[in-house]
């Protein structure tokens, strides 16, 4: 009896054989991975290049992947770094604009590139994210937190400058805490956040910190400062459902694209109905201003983060260079990512 014959071109053998051999080293990389110490934060695999950041919540079996990184930046996206370039430097040489740091991501393939990433800046209102993930947080650990009463008795603002205003808080009204949540996302409202500020237990905030391998803030301190990598950590915790439920993450990132600021990342972009879920934050010091925002872009089947920080002497020109860069990469994820 003969056996089966059958004539295989060399060229198909050779991609079995490197299917097959890639296929043996994700395996190896997957259970190096799983063999890795459980309570390991923020772990470099050695081997895949892979770092991991890992919640500090956790039971006695599970420990929560909340996002993973590669350490290097993307050579896909270099044209497109090219033309943020571009526009950086045509808006610096006005003197408006002293520094900005880029960091883009497209969500689906983890993919980055970042310009001048370790430049730190201050972030301002964009810390409103994490007060709201903290109170999100407490609802979940404590259900009808959200509908507790605070009475806003007078103004907490203090000497905050803030030139984005909107509807204000009635003072001597009670707000429930998803009130003052709404004021504070949509409208960036200082007095609803030193508001739910105030209702803070700190070793539990710096949690949302610690476990994305972020300095802890001093909560003392006046400012707290990241670079824009960093920064865009926050986004990615509420998009990837990792620190919160699916439930509160989706009304967070909901309520984000809620916001009336239009000014920066947006102010260029026609589409009313992109779906954009964002923060902006201004600080103001005594030689110099900041503008930033971090955003989230639901571009149909190709949503990408972008995080804009900008250091200078005057906020309009920061302000249309952020959207300048806004229009840039969605311009860019329409027509290149995929």
Same mark, same amino acid.
């Given at each position: ?41 923020n ?57 900005v ?54 103004s907490?603002t ?26 504070m ?27 994305i391998?972020?300095?802890?803030p001093?909560?003392?301190?006046s400012d ?5 990598d ?15 439920? +699916?439930?509160n993450? #989706?009304? @967070?990132?909901?309520?984000?694209? $809620?916001?009336? %600021?239009?000014?920066?990342? /947006?102010? &260029? ?13 201004e ?5 110099? +201003?900041?503008?930033? #925002?971090? @955003?989230?872009?639901?571009?149909? $089947?190709?949503? %990408?983060?972008?995080?804009? /920080?900008? &250091? ?27």
């Amino acid at each position: 009896m003969k056996l089966l014959k059958t004539s295989v071109p060399l060229w198909l053998v050779l991609v079995i054989i490197a299917f097959f051999s890639a296929g043996s080293l994700l395996s190896i990389c997957a259970f190096k991975s799983s063999q890795k110490k459980s309570d390991e934060l923020n772990a470099l695999d050695k081997d895949c290049g892979i770092i991991r950041y890992r919640s500090s919540r956790h039971g006695e079996f599970t420990r929560p992947l909340l996002m993973a990184d590669s350490p290097s930046e993307s050579a896909d996206f270099l044209d497109l770094k090219s033309n943020i370039i571009e526009a950086i430097n045509a808006t610096s040489t006005t003197g408006g604009v002293s520094t900005v740091s880029v960091y883009f991501r497209d969500l689906n393939s983890g993919r980055w590139i970042s310009i001048n990433g370790s430049e730190q800046y201050s972030m301002a209102s964009i810390m409103k994210l994490v007060t709201m993930m903290y109170h999100l947080h407490v609802d979940e650990v404590k259900p009808g937190w959200l509908n507790q009463k605070i009475l806003v008795e007078k103004s907490l603002t203090g000497d905050n400058v803030q030139t984005q205003e909107g509807p204000q808080l009635t003072l001597g009204k009670e707000y429930s805490v998803k009130e003052l949540i709404t004021f504070m996302i949509k409208y960036s409202n200082n007095n609803a956040t030193a508001h739910l500020n105030s209702f803070i237990e700190f070793n539990d905030y710096k949690l949302f910190f610690s476990d994305i391998g972020l300095p802890l803030p001093d909560p003392k301190a006046s400012d707290y400062t990241l670079t824009s990598d960093q920064c865009s950590r926050f986004l990615r915790l509420l998009y990837n459902s990792s620190v919160l439920t +699916n439930r509160n993450s #989706e009304f @967070a990132l909901s309520l984000l694209t $809620e916001s009336v %600021y239009h000014g920066g990342l /947006l102010r &260029n972009i026609g589409e009313k109905d992109l779906k954009v879920a964002h923060k902006f934050g201004e600080r103001f010091y005594p030689d110099a +201003n900041q503008m930033h #925002e971090t @955003a989230i872009f639901y571009n149909n $089947e190709n949503p %990408y983060l972008i995080t804009v /920080l900008t &250091n200078g002497k005057d906020t309009a020109q920061e302000a249309a260079l952020i959207g300048k860069i806004g229009a840039i990469a969605y311009d860019y994820s329409k027509n290149k990512i995929n």
